[in-house]
């Protein structure tokens, strides 16, 4: 199972030869991740508020294939797996929608953290069950 999130490149995205610049990337990925956890129904802003709980990027492993362009339509495709009890890793893909070609790869592992002390915790159960209910589907 995966998700999937549709990003125009604008102008400001690209870099002076005219493809995107390599650190928006990383932009396109955090958006991606974000939505696939609203997907689940988890809002970044509602988990820091109501369970104390934030996700901080720990690693992350890009490989940028093929570039991407002004006015091109990408898809970033997150697809989640639980490595452990205080982490998720996400396998993240950017593609461009004409033609289904893979530019960019990212494999991105969070950590969970409480939000007042910033110290590891164990995913809360809710987020947890929601996790594994995905993965397996």
């Known amino acids: 199972m995966e998700f999937s999130l549709a990003v125009r ?11 995107v610049y ?5 932009k396109f990925f955090e958006r991606g991740r974000t939505e ?6 988890f809002e970044q802003s509602g988990l820091g508020a109501q369970q104390d709980t934030i996700f901080a990027v720990r690693a992350i492993h890009v490989e940028y ?5 002004l006015d091109d339509t990408l898809s970033v495709v997150t697809r989640i797996r ?6 998720l890793e996400f396998e993240q893909l950017v593609v461009l929608e004409n033609g289904y070609k ?3 790869t990212a494999t991105v592992k969070v950590v969970c953290l409480r939000a007042s002390t910033l110290k ?5 159960e809710d ?7 995905y993965s397996a589907g």
């Open 65 to 69: 294939l093929l570039p991407a362009q």
């Open 127 to 133: 987020i947890l069950q929601a996790v594994e209910v």
């Open 82 to 87: 639980l490595p452990g009890k205080a982490s």
């Open 9 to 19: 490149v604008y102008y400001e995205d690209t870099d002076a030869g005219g493809v």
């Open 22 to 26: 390599y650190a928006n990337y990383l």
């Open 102 to 104: 893979i530019l960019t």
């Open 36 to 41: 696939a956890l609203r997907e689940l129904g």
């Open 120 to 124: 590891p915790r164990a995913i809360p």
